[in-house]
């Protein structure tokens, strides 16, 4: 619920309004406790002070005038009763000093309030008792010593006139505590007049304050209301019994006050309930419509439910099929990776072939040399023993037994030559063969290579086949899942159209609970008859739509 933050509150306008009597209440109350104070200092000083001097000062005045009459008596009496008298004065002067100490005190106190008068008069007073107080010894002397006459004299021209001026200063000191005791009386009594007056002020600006306070707030509560509290209330008790039909007019302009809201709030709840009530009958049309075309979705889906098992059957075949394939392509791959394996090796042992038979035609053109090494050395023997036969032959007779020797070495030579030749004829063969037997080994070895890598494409052939019936297989597998999540959701689908179908009943019942609350309001006043609607608005037919668009997605 939206508010107006800047707009000030019933409890706040109360708040401000009692705040502002209860802060001068407040003050007043202040004011009259520092007044009562102010009093009761005034009254403490008159009482602690004042008349404490002023107490004093009277026992100085007893102590003073009693001594005048002890002493006028000390020149009367009989020797018997001087002692007594004496004793008296004596007491006398003791009451006087218990006086004058205390006051002495106070006086000599920095923090005490005295007045210069307060000390002028005590002054006085002292220099009375200075000169009075030598003249009573004097006298009571002159009395024990039996000189009643000059004691008498004594009393009456010089004690007498001492005492008055002693009592006159006490009695001087006493009106002046008199007239300071009226002075903080009558400032007591101006302070207390002056806070009457004031707090009868303070209380007529309070209330003042309080029945402006009071008109302010009534007129805020009307304003906001909009009407009388009865009147809201009688409204608000009418849209609570459903009457919609209720229409006042406002006293005020004021659009924000509880009664406009009220009726505003009437007239939308009946724009409202009417709206309901043409939706709720479009929501029953429409809630047959989506029955049939559950029923219709409900057979569609039976169907596309048949096809998609008969897809899996053939499908479940399918993967039969593919992964048959797959492991006789994975079993030909081994054995081609076999017969590759075998290939290569029996190319290594022709390539050790042709490299045994390089080693022998090598080691047989060696033997050739050797061979024509020999046969050069029996021929160079041939000749040796040629030349030697001659030799001998020129020796004759003497020579003969060499011409033997050296004829039958000719004889060795040259059939170590025709061996030697012998031998390299079967050694040419022998390379001749050996060389063929190279080319024929060499040409095996390249058979061999062209097989092993012919093998080696048909193992990649047949890895590629493997590779691409795996990835068939794997393929095929996702479509049976594909074809298993459609079967669930065709079955999920199915059970959505009935569940849709108890729903479309439930929609249908609570569109008659629906059209049941909203018969409880009442559009118009006893005994009108309004057109009934036989189709629903616009707006309630779309709203109502938006109802079918689920299902029919």
Do not use: C
Request: no cysteine; aromatic share 4%; charged share 20%.
């Amino acid at each position: 619920m939206e508010t107006n933050n800047n707009e000030i509150t019933v409890a706040s306008r109360l708040g401000i309004g009692f705040g502002i009597i209860l802060a001068m209440m407040l003050a007043l109350s202040v004011l009259s406790v520092f007044k009562v104070n102010a009093i009761d200092n005034s009254l403490q000083h008159i009482s602690e002070v004042n008349n404490v001097k002023q107490r004093y000062a009277i026992n100085f005045r007893g102590s003073v005038h009693d001594r005048a009459i002890a002493l006028r008596d000390v020149t009367l009496v009989s020797d018997a009763e001087m002692a007594s008298v004496t004793a008296l004065i004596s007491k006398l002067d003791d009451d006087y000093q218990q006086s004058a100490k205390p006051m002495d005190a106070f006086f000599s106190d920095a923090k005490a309030k005295v007045t210069p008068e307060e000390r002028e008069w005590l002054n006085k007073i002292k220099q009375s008792e200075a000169r009075a107080t030598p003249l009573i010894k004097q006298i009571i002397a002159a009395r024990n010593a039996g000189d009643t006459e000059a004691a008498r004299k004594m009393m009456l021209d010089q004690a007498k006139p001492a005492f008055v001026e002693w009592l006159a200063s006490i009695n001087g000191f006493i009106d002046q505590e008199e007239k300071l005791t009226e002075a903080e009386s009558e400032l007591a009594r101006h302070g207390a007049h002056n806070f009457q007056a004031l707090a009868l002020i303070a209380v007529a600006v309070a209330i003042a304050i309080g029945v402006l306070v009071a008109w302010r707030v009534t007129q805020y509560l009307l304003r906001a209301l909009g009407a009388e509290p009865a009147e809201v209330k009688a409204l608000a008790n009418a849209v609570d019994r459903g009457e919609l039909y209720h229409d006042v007019e406002l006293r005020g302009q004021d659009s924000n006050s509880i009664m406009a809201v009220l009726l505003k709030m009437s007239r939308n709840l009946r724009s409202t309930v009417t709206e309901v009530q043409e939706a709720a009958v479009a929501v029953s049309s429409i809630s047959e419509q989506i029955s049939e075309q559950n029923q219709h979705l409900s057979g569609r889906t039976e169907d596309q439910a048949s096809s998609l098992e008969e897809t899996a059957s053939a499908m479940e075949e399918l993967t039969s099929t593919v992964k048959q394939n797959a492991d006789s392509a994975r079993d030909a791959n081994r054995l081609a990776q076999n017969a590759s394996d075998i290939a290569s090796k029996g190319g290594e042992i022709v390539g050790e072939v042709v490299q045994t038979m390089n080693a022998i035609d090598e080691s047989s053109r060696k033997i050739e040399e050797i061979i024509g090494v020999i046969d050069g050395i029996a021929f160079q023997t041939n000749i040796l023993a040629l030349n030697a036969a001659v030799e001998a032959a020129r020796a004759g007779e003497q020579g003969r037994g060499f011409a033997v020797v050296a004829t039958e070495v000719r004889n060795l030579a040259q059939r170590s030559s025709t061996a030697a030749r012998e031998v390299k004829s079967l050694i040419d063969e022998s390379v001749a063969k050996i060389h063929a037997g190279t080319q024929l080994v060499e040409h095996a070895g390249t058979t061999m290579r062209d097989i092993v890598h012919s093998v080696k494409q048909v193992s990649d052939m047949v890895g590629a086949i493997t590779l691409a019936s795996n990835e068939q297989s794997v393929g095929i597998e996702e479509v049976n899942r594909a074809i298993s999540q459609m079967d669930q959701v065709t079955q999920q689908n199915a059970a959505l159209v009935e569940h849709a179908a108890g729903e479309v009943e439930v929609l249908q019942e609570q569109a008659a609970h629906l059209n049941h609350a909203v018969s409880v309001f009442k559009l118009q006043r006893d005994g009108w008859h309004a057109q009934p609607s036989r189709a629903a608005s616009p707006a309630a037919r779309a709203n109502a739509g938006l109802l079918v668009a689920p299902v029919g997605a």
